[in-house]
């Protein structure tokens, strides 16, 4: 089983950075694609941003050119480098593991709690 605790959100001004942490039990390296989503009250969840396992990265245009997500494997940990926050960055944004667990490689999508990202003056 893979668990994930998101740490790192809180209230930011606009033109702000914040980092977000996804540190996830078991092994994902190699094995997992990481994800950050973020749904805002009334609003679906969506995605911002993903990573493979080999590292390639993929981000919705919202995000693209503000959010970096990158992964320690060492530490089984996701990041979620956010710059220039603007208001409507504000969502609870979610961890999101999809992984091959060995050694049947069986797919297991795995959450975290989430943590609130609140962008305002």
């Known amino acids: 089983q893979v668990q994930l605790v998101e740490s790192g959100g809180g209230l930011v001004q606009p033109g702000g950075s914040m980092r977000l942490s996804c540190a996830a039990s078991g092994s994902i390296s190699g094995i997992c694609a990481m994800a950050w989503y973020r749904q805002a009250p009334g609003k679906q969840r969506e995605l911002g941003a993903a990573?493979?396992?080999?590292?390639?990265?993929n981000y919705a245009d919202s995000v693209k050119g503000r959010f970096t997500i990158s992964r320690d494997n060492a530490k089984n940990t996701v990041y979620l480098q956010m710059n220039s926050l603007k208001p409507e960055d504000t969502a609870v944004y979610y961890c999101n593991s999809d992984c091959r667990i060995a050694p049947t490689m069986i797919r297991v999508v795995s959450w975290g709690q989430g943590t609130q990202v609140t962008v305002s003056s």
């Open positions: 990573i493979t396992s080999g590292g390639s990265t």
